[in-house]
C-alpha cells in the first residue's frame, strides 16, 4: 500500500491531464526513465545484488521515509489548492504559497519526490536502485526548479525574491 501510495503521489506531481500533452523537455523525459529503470534495478539487485549484506534496520529507515515523503508531499499539495500545476507554471490569478511546506521550502513537492525515490528502493534493500532513480531525477528536478524559479520571478517579482532569500529551495541547510 505505501508503494502503490507514493507511486501516485510521484506520478500526479508530474502529469497534467486538464491540458493537452506538449512536447516533452528534458526534464519530462528523465523523470520516468528514472521511475521505470528503478524497478528491475531495485529488484536485481534485491535477487543478485547487496541486499543481503545490509542491515535489516535499513527496511525501517525506508518505511518511514516514505512515510514522511507521502504526508510531506501531500501536504504541500494540500497547501497549493488552486496554484497546483504539474508543469510547474505560475498561476497568475494565485497569490504566492507561503504557508505549509511552503514556509521552509520553495519546492517541498520536489524534495517529496526525491525522498520517495531513495525511499522505495530501499525498502527492497536496493541502493543500486536509489542511486538509479536519482541519477535521472535530480538533473530532472534541477532544471525544472531553474525554470520554475524563473516563472515565479516574472510573476511575483519582488515577492518572490523576497521569498527566495527567505527559505530553502530544496533541502534545508543545504541547497
Same mark, same amino acid.
Given at each position: ?7 501516485? *503521489? ?39 545484488? *547487496? ?44 497569490n ?30 536496493? *541502493? ?16 525544472r ?13 519582488d ?11 530544496l533541502?534545508?541547510?543545504?541547497y
Amino acid at each position: 500500500m505505501i508503494l502503490t501510495a507514493g507511486m501516485w *503521489l510521484i506520478a500526479t506531481s508530474f502529469v497534467d491531464v486538464d491540458k493537452p500533452r506538449e512536447a516533452p523537455d528534458l526534464a519530462n523525459r528523465l523523470i520516468p526513465i528514472g521511475l521505470i529503470l528503478s524497478i528491475p534495478v531495485s529488484v536485481v539487485d534485491r535477487l543478485w545484488g *547487496l541486499a543481503e549484506s545490509l542491515p535489516d534496520g535499513l527496511v525501517i529507515f525506508a518505511v518511514v521515509m516514505s512515510l514522511f515523503a507521502i504526508v510531506w508531499g501531500i501536504s504541500a499539495r494540500i497547501a497549493l489548492g488552486q496554484a497546483y500545476s504539474p508543469r510547474g507554471a505560475a498561476q497568475e490569478q494565485t497569490n504566492l504559497i507561503r504557508q505549509g511546506p511552503y514556509k521552509y521550502l520553495r519546492h517541498p513537492l520536489y524534495l517529496a519526490a526525491v525522498l520517495w525515490c531513495i525511499g522505495w528502493p530501499l525498502f527492497l534493500k536496493s *541502493l543500486f536502485g536509489s542511486l538509479t532513480a536519482l541519477t535521472f531525477i535530480i538533473p530532472a528536478l534541477r532544471i525544472r526548479i531553474n525554470d520554475e524559479e524563473q516563472e515565479l520571478v516574472r510573476v511575483f517579482g519582488d515577492d518572490y525574491r523576497k521569498y527566495q532569500e527567505e527559505t530553502w529551495r530544496l533541502l534545508p541547510f543545504i541547497y
